[in-house]
């Protein structure tokens, strides 16, 4: 294996005078599940952003499938294969719960204007196909023609997973998608994770709840005020006195 | 475009009664009425129509604020007149350059605007629209300024003479309906959908790879088009065009016929259209003309305030006035919102 499937090199950026992430450098491997933890302002959430384009760099490289993807634009990088979800859920609500997937499926398969007048052959197919697969693998299919704002938030939660899902990424970032989750809905959704994984996708997971992160994840990394601290299994970290310090000397434990 | 589809039947049976409505029923009415001013007030209604679906596709599925819509309709208004009156050309030439006249114009527009972010751009497409009114006005040499143009030789086709009312009256709603079920397809198709998605959350449509500059640039442009072609049919039919049938009152008309309908929904834009014209022109036959403006003005009020969503609309207006002021990446320094609040 020589060139990593996704490779973060030495990453940094600045707002300000504040370095929110500072020389994160990371290798993944396709059909890794990593665990992304760290106290809050750690600069997750700025790491994803600088992943999926959102955010320029200051510093540092990432590469992707062997391609540099850096100073790409959001929506480049999402079709070289990297879905993500948002930390504070964004759907789109005056759209019913079909025509949010079916957004993940566009964006994929790239359709232009013409594809309006070719009728349900052809792309059109494949979009509704992707679509119906992506709302059965979250069991939203029932709700398909439901308001994306009508329905309860934790099936908000698995819809916008499915939307990124309809992307077919090979790359999945998902960004604390148990926020605002009770304990059962929590547990669920890190069973459906683990089956994400279980089927070979590729998933880094921002989690604050610790519990589903080291139940699921074999491997996490530590950010600390946008530094890496730790990286390795959950006992590894665990037992991580710098990782203990973090958490302790931070706000919340 | 839901699942399975089942809205398919109805908006079968809806688009077959609308043709039976525009094609047999008003002629019929118009027929037995036998006076011409009223072909006037359907053709203008049938051209409003077309103005008010070719702005749902870009303000009420796309969400991009659109307040300089007339002048595109301007724009393809004087290149039909300009070209019928100095090279005698006919509708069948002058009606497709002038979409693609206001379609050019509407893409240079859009070229360097659409990475603003929407409250901008609606600034800008505000100010474009007012530059090209001005010009319109004072570029008196080819447009003859606030005097207008007028165009004799009434309404060919093909070499027939279409410049009665009946028949200018069936070329005008043949246009609009070919031009609306375009537009039609446009805004429910996935392409639509991706159109949506945009006027949603644009930045979260880019995380799905959806390429938003380009989509904005094409919707805005396709948009430009259908308005030139409504000003050519204007032009045609009307025989005479002056600036002020362009200027930022008729964006605000055509703006509120959409909002009205509600934003998104095309039979909503068409409702728009028909309530907005028809109503002042009814009140008109009963010598209330003068309260035009001020009922117009009641009614886009009442609208906002009481059917937020408009008669049928899928997004509210205030929404939409909201999501102008949105998460922007491009002003610099204020990349955030993504996820950080
Ligand atoms: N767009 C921004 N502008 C200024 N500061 C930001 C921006 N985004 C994040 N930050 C700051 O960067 C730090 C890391 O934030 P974030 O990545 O959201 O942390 P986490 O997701 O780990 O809670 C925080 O101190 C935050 O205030
Ligand atoms: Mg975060």
Known sequence: MSEPFLSIRDLGRAFGGLKAVDGVSADIARGELVGLIGPNGAGKTTLFNLISGFTPPSSGEVHFKGRRIDGLKPDEIARAGIGRTFQNLRIFPNMSVFDNVSVGAIGAERIGMLSAFTGRRGVSERISQRGLAALQAVKLIDDAEELAANISYGKRKYLEIARALAMQPDLLILDEPAAGLNETETKALADFIASLHADGMTIILVEHDMKLVMSICRRIIVLASGRK??????AEVKADPAVLEAYLGGDDA | ?????PGRGRSLLWTALLLIVVFAVVPALLASAGRSYLYQVANLIMIFSLLSVSMHLVTGVAGLLQLGHAAFYGVGAYCAALLATHFK??????LPAAGLAAGL???LVALPTMRLVSIYFAVATLGIGQMLYVVML???PVTKGPNGILLFGGLQFLGFDLSKPA???FFVATVVSV????LHRLSHSYYGNALRALREDDQCADAMGIDTARLKLESFTVSGFFAGVAGALWAHTAGYISPADFNFNVSILILSMVVLGGLGSLPGAIVGAVLLIGLPELLREFKAGDYRNIIIGLVLFGAILFLPKGLIGETSALDLVRRQFGRGRSIPGHE???GWK
Do not use: H, Q
């Not at chain 1, 601290?229 to 959950?234: E, K, R």
């Not at chain 2, 050309?89 to 002058?94: E, K, M, N």
């Not at chain 2, 031009?179 to 375009?182: E, P």
């Open chain 2, 105 to 107: 114009v509407a893409f």
């Open chain 2, 179 to 182: 031009s609306i079920y375009v």
């Open chain 2, 1 to 5: 475009m839901s699942v399975s589809d």
């Open chain 2, 89 to 94: 050309l006919s509708i069948g030439i002058t």
């Open chain 2, 336 to 338: 955030g919102g993504v």
């Open chain 1, 229 to 234: 601290i730790a990286d390795g299994t959950p």
């Open chain 2, 167 to 169: 028949p200018a009256y």
């Open chain 2, 138 to 140: 004072n570029w008196v």
